[in-house]
């Protein structure tokens, strides 16, 4: 069983600072009583006052620790504001490194670009190592706060490879078999991801940012944070690429913003999504804008099942209604085809899920080509 990071700080203050009122009452008892030079027991002009390392948030925005400001030091920290009623300070790392490998320890890490928040555009490869803060860690979270990189290739004929940058993220142990994290590129703001942690030993993960030959201004700011076992925000499953909570919330894909409607290829991971207090189902809805749901196949009619060809989105046990039969997986234009073979059949509803665990599973052939039709995702 994972076991939780619990750890606290501890502040020595004097008296006069903690307890103000209390040293003011004191005062003047020990004045009326000066001529009877009662004894009693001295009070210790220092008091111990303890708070627990929990998340904070900076008044810039930026996540950390509670931690003393000594602390935040030793880790190699930086602070701008104050958590625990003043005791302590909200600590984040932050890291713009770009030459050889740099190793990373600290829970809530910052990873930038040199030069952040401007841009950079140096060829080479910026490399970085997860590595946790004890065995106990079950997960790293990676959260793309800023994240854009060279697009996809359009209009080649070959569309959706990363033939420029690449963004390469290896978990401590190899799991290309299973549903591994992608080589990504382009546009990732805003998108997150879970890497197993391996819980029980000292694995360490891996990113490597390549930046191949362009004048195009790469900008990235990576929050890494482990996450232990045993938290309602811990992921399921070692399956879970990305973890959603919440009643109501968005799933895109990687490069969603691009201009151009092209998600990069070779893709091939899970997402999970939290079942809530007093929900038993899930409604994905296509979002309301152009070209929000484009996998594949016909550029005009959704298709289902086994219409689907090398790229698609399964969701397990979703139909029409949730209940009956399901073809598991969709792909094309409209989301939310019923009954795959007749043009007809093609339709813009939700698609509803009873069956547990919630997941999204993502298909993209490593050679598919987006060039004829748009691929959003």
Not at 91 to 112: A, E
Not at 170 to 191: A, M, N, W
Not at 238 to 249: A, D, I, N, P, R
Request: glycine share 12%; proline share 5%.
């Amino acid at each position: 069983m994972c076991g939780a990071i619990q750890q606290s700080s501890v502040v020595f203050v004097r008296m006069e600072e903690a307890m103000k009122t209390f040293i003011l009452i004191l005062s003047l008892w020990s004045i009326e009583g000066t001529a009877q030079k009662r004894p009693g027991r001295q009070l210790s002009p220092f008091a111990i006052v303890q708070f627990p390392n929990s998340d904070c948030v900076s008044n810039e925005g930026v996540s950390g620790e509670c931690y003393t400001a000594g602390q935040c030091f030793s880790r190699g920290g930086s602070f701008t504001s104050s958590c625990a009623a003043g005791f302590g300070v909200c600590c984040y790392n932050i890291v713009t490194s770009c030459s050889g490998t740099t190793t990373i320890s600290q829970n809530n890490t910052y990873i930038r670009n040199p030069g952040f928040a401007g841009s950079y555009s140096t060829a080479g490869t910026c490399s970085y190592k997860l590595c946790k803060v004890q065995s106990s860690v079950g997960f790293i979270r990676l959260d793309f706060e800023t994240m854009s990189l060279v697009t996809p290739t359009s209009g080649t004929g070959a569309d959706g490879g990363c033939a420029t940058d690449t963004l390469t993220i290896k978990e401590g142990v190899d799991r290309s078999g299973v549903f591994h994290p992608p080589t990504l590129c382009g546009i990732g703001t805003g998108q997150h991801m879970y890497l197993n942690g391996e819980e029980g030993t000292s694995l360490c993960a891996t990113i490597d940012i390549l930046l191949g030959s362009s004048t195009f201004g790469r900008t990235w700011n990576i929050r890494v944070s482990q996450i232990p076992c045993g938290v309602d925000y811990a992921p399921p499953s070692t399956e879970c690429l990305e973890f959603h909570t919440g009643k109501s919330g968005t799933v895109t894909s990687w490069n969603y913003d691009d201009p151009n409607f092209i998600h990069p290829n070779n893709q091939d991971y899970g997402i999970c999504i939290r079942r809530e207090k007093g929900f038993c189902g899930v409604t994905y809805y296509k979002a309301d804008e152009p070209n929000s749901f484009t996998v594949d196949k016909s550029n005009s009619k959704g298709q289902a099942g086994g219409e689907c060809g090398s790229d698609h989105v399964g969701i397990p046990g979703a139909s029409l209604t949730g209940h009956g039969e399901s073809y598991e997986r969709w792909c094309g234009s409209l989301f939310g085809a019923q009954s795959p073979g007749a043009a007809g059949s093609a339709s813009e509803n939700q698609l509803t899920t009873y069956r547990t665990p919630f997941r999204v599973y993502v298909h993209f052939h490593p050679s598919a080509n987006n060039q004829n039709n748009p691929k959003r995702g």
